[in-house]
């Protein structure tokens, strides 16, 4: 079987094997790249940049006391923490391969 059949699972990876990047291993490799990024950027994109954005959200325009801002925080915190599950998953969906050492 070829390293780049649509089967999930890769009969022998080698790294260092040139041919197999020349054929297409490259290309699995930069796609998988690709998905992770995108997966780590929506992560931290809910947790971090939401919770600080809450924080300097004027009390006099939004009328949120403290513990609607803890909310506010804590909300998309958990979101993200659930969401996490499956778009860490999204690689292996979206062009992810499964190596076993042979």
Known sequence: MS???RDRNIEHWDAEDVAAWDSGGAKV?????IWSIVAEHVGFSI??????????MPQNV???DAAGKFYLVAVP???GAVLRLPY???????????????
């Open 29 to 33: 490799a930069k796609r998988n790249l």
């Open 77 to 79: 915190t958990l979101v």
């Open 88 to 102: 860490t998953t999204a690689v292996a969906r979206f062009g992810g391969r499964n190596a076993s050492l042979v």
């Open 3 to 5: 390293i780049l059949a």
């Open 47 to 56: 947790w971090s940049i939401w919770s600080v954005m809450v924080l300097f």
């Open 62 to 64: 939004y009328h949120i």
